[in-house]
Nanobody
Framework: QVQLVESGGGSVQAGNSLRLSCATS????????MGWFRQAPGKDREFVSA????????YYGDSVKGRFTITRDKAANTVYLQMNSLKTEDTAVYYC???????????????WGQGTQVTVSS
């Protein structure tokens, strides 16, 4: 069993930064690809970023490439998403996810966090 708890969401103005954290519990954390998805009102859940179980490979959605960075701290069992140069279209609920697929799809996720709201205003 893997439990995921996100934190770090909030409201910022466009151009600013936020860092999301996903704390995990469970002995199998290190064997999963960890990722982030987001969902805006009225839209499908969208892949944002993922990192392999070793941390050696990272994946990004086209809309966030060059602005977001995903990392994982194995000792702390935590995954981070550094979000820079935020845009209003980044506004969404962000979900941490654990999957055995690289990169994960929404349908391949085994565990979801509860989500954290990110709101970017102009």
């Amino acid at each position: 069993q893997v439990q995921l708890v996100e934190s770090g969401g909030g409201s910022v103005q466009a151009g600013n930064s936020l860092r999301l954290s996903c704390a995990t519990s469970g002995r199998t954390f290190s064997s999963y690809t960890m990722g982030w998805f987001r969902q805006a009102p009225g839209k499908d859940r969208e892949f944002v970023s993922a990192i392999s179980h070793s941390g050696g490979s990272t994946y990004y959605g086209d809309s966030v490439k060059g602005r977001f960075t995903i990392t994982r701290d194995k000792a702390a069992n935590t995954v981070y998403l550094q979000m820079n140069s935020l845009k209003t279209e980044d506004t969404a609920v962000y979900y941490c996810a654990a999957s055995r697929r690289r990169p994960p799809t929404a349908g391949s996720v085994d565990y979801w966090g509860q989500g954290t709201q990110v709101t970017v205003s102009s």
